[in-house]
């Protein structure tokens, strides 16, 4: 794992250096979409809808519109703004950990030492595992100031950012206001259902059943050569539509292209051009399209 971010937790006068990490990742399959006559990209543009022209990314502000008028914020006006000056996770109280909603918990983050002795950190775990409570701090983290809860997580320090409390919907259902009469035999019935489902949690036990079958059902076509060339779903694209993209990948080749002449290699000794050409279903043949003439590394 990479570090996002460093810092330093803080309560009183206690300082403990960390690291912190992203404790979650996605694990779904990547899809883009083509088109289904030939499979070719499908990409999106931004375009000014005034002049109609292709806006490069650099050129791009944001701004707010009240439904009538429209405020334009520059990266000067961001910049003016306070920002992720400090560095500190500041501790503003210690609550009950059953005192946390669970509705309110966000993005999870692993907090690891970053000092020559860990022994801070570890009491402050110990500490919050003996007294079962749950720290309410503050941080700022990518220019926005954030709630968190600081719990324990095994023998990890786990921050959880937390939504703000005007970001939680109140759940307001008149068909729950009526009265419901309920039998002590239906609650007992109830109950005996939820105790003949009852078992210890495990969450390697589950997994994502339609990533599952999805990542086979892909697996299945390459194996039957029921797939396109990746090189014949791009078409002659202007420099303006994506030019990030075309910058980043020429950057990209011309790195490639520097790498093997030091090593005195050339494009037919790459890996890449050793592997044998793909089959392809007859049926699903994509007409041939002419692939734009690479750029010259400069």
Request: aromatic share 6%.
């Amino acid at each position: 794992m990479r570090a996002i971010w460093k810092g330093a937790l803080t309560f009183g006068l206690v300082n403990v250096p960390v690291k912190v990490y992203s404790a979650t990742e996605d694990h779904d399959v990547p899809l883009h979409q083509v088109h289904n006559k030939d499979g070719g990209r499908i990409r999106y543009q931004r375009i000014c809808e005034i002049d109609g022209e292709v806006v490069p990314y650099a050129d791009i502000d944001k701004a707010y519109d009240d439904g009538e008028r429209t405020v334009v914020l520059t990266s000067d006006d961001f910049a003016a703004l306070p920002s992720e000056r400090s560095r500190e996770i500041d501790v503003v109280e210690f609550v009950p950990s059953d005192q946390i909603d669970l509705l309110t918990l966000d993005k999870a983050y692993y907090l690891e030492p970053d000092s020559a002795s860990p022994k801070a950190y570890v009491l402050l775990r110990k500490t919050l595992e003996q007294t079962d409570r749950t720290a309410v701090v503050r941080f700022s983290l990518r220019q926005k100031t954030r709630l968190a809860a600081l719990r324990v997580r095994g023998d990890v320090l786990v921050l959880q950012t937390l939504l703000w409390s005007d970001e939680v919907r109140e759940a307001a259902f008149p068909s729950l206001d009526e009265p419901v009469r309920i039998s002590a035999k239906e609650l007992e019935l109830s109950a005996s259902l939820v105790e003949s489902f009852s078992s210890d949690f495990d969450p390697s036990a589950f997994g994502d059943e339609y990533q599952q079958e999805l990542r086979t059902l892909i697996d299945a076509k390459l194996e039957k050569g029921d797939a396109l060339d990746t090189a014949e779903t791009f078409g002659e694209r202007e420099e303006q539509e994506s030019g990030e993209v075309i910058d980043l990948m020429a950057a990209l080749r011309a790195s490639v292209e520097r790498s093997r002449a030091a090593r005195g290699e050339t494009a037919s000794d790459s890996p890449a051009s050793k592997k044998a050409p793909a089959t392809k279903s007859p049926a699903k043949k994509a007409p041939a399209k002419k692939a734009p003439a690479k750029k010259k590394a400069s």
